[in-house]
T-cell receptor
Framework: AQSVSQHNHHVILSEAASLELGCNYSYGGTVNLFWYVQYPGQHLQLLLKYFSGDPLVKGIKGFEAEFIKSKFSFNLRKPSVQWSDTAEYVCAMNTRSGYGGSQGNLIFGKGTKLSVKP | DAGVTQSPTHLIKTRGQQVTLRCSPKSGHDTVSWYQQALGQGPQFIFQYYEEEERQRGNFPDRFSGHQFPNYSSELNVNALLLGDSALYLC??????????????FGPGTRLLVL
């Protein structure tokens, strides 16, 4: 079955520390991959996405993610976190059909809560 | 540019009742998807509407139904409410694409409590 796994439930970092959040997916075909972020009191916002091309994608607020097909992974990174990065980070995917279009349903991981200490 | 809006923000119902949730997509979008998010879980796909028809459906019973209007707004209806239907219901909108993919943008959600 198609699934997305985020193995870190809660990550606590100090400001200026580097961040890497894991995301692995289970699907043998072509996928689109997304990272969403939910800041406290706000709704889900798109952080970055990968459809095709350069496997290293850059998003808002200095975040980037690398798609490694051989590892079925799409890990999120940031070289130096700030207190304002405290949020829930959710990885998601959808699959691509044979004609190239994508399936409508996003499949989400359970999310990783990031707490950044000032 | 207004984003995705949902109403109401909160709702309390009792078992057996019916509920209707509403969603207005982001300007320029024509596709609406609905998700259910239980506490501590990631969102689960309910269905997606495009051109006023259900384009795709997740693993939810027929008690969950929807509608899309000509202005692209959408409703989610749940009949015969169960305690387990208590959740955050998220609406996402996107622009339909025959290409490689669509990006879904989410609204703030409607929190439903079934007593």
């Amino acid at each position: 079955a198609q699934s997305v796994s985020q193995h870190n439930h809660h990550v606590i970092l100090s400001e200026a520390a580097s961040l890497e959040l894991g995301c692995n997916y289970s699907y043998g075909g072509t996928v689109n991959l997304f990272w969403y972020v939910q800041y406290p009191g706000q709704h889900l916002q798109l952080l970055l996405k990968y459809f095709s091309g350069d496997p290293l994608v850059k998003g808002i607020k200095g975040f980037e993610a690398e798609f490694i097909k051989s590892k079925f992974s799409f890990n999120l990174r940031k070289p130096s976190v700030q207190w304002s990065d405290t949020a829930e980070y959710v990885c998601a995917m959808n699959t691509r059909s044979g004609y190239g279009g994508s399936q409508g349903n996003l499949i989400f991981g359970k999310g990783t809560k990031l707490s950044v200490k000032p | 540019d207004a984003g995705v809006t949902q109403s109401p923000t909160h709702l309390i119902k009792t078992r057996g009742q019916q509920v209707t949730l509403r969603c207005s997509p982001k300007s320029g979008h024509d596709t609406v998807s609905w998700y259910q998010q239980a506490l501590g879980q990631g969102p689960q796909f309910i269905f997606q509407y495009y051109e006023e028809e259900e384009r795709q459906r997740g693993n939810f019973p027929d008690r969950f139904s929807g509608h899309q209007f000509p202005n692209y707004s959408s409703e989610l209806n749940v009949n015969a409410l169960l305690l387990g239907d208590s959740a955050l219901y998220l609406c996402a909108s996107s622009l339909f694409s025959q290409g490689v993919g669509e990006t879904q943008y989410f609204g703030p959600g409607t929190r439903l409590l079934v007593l």
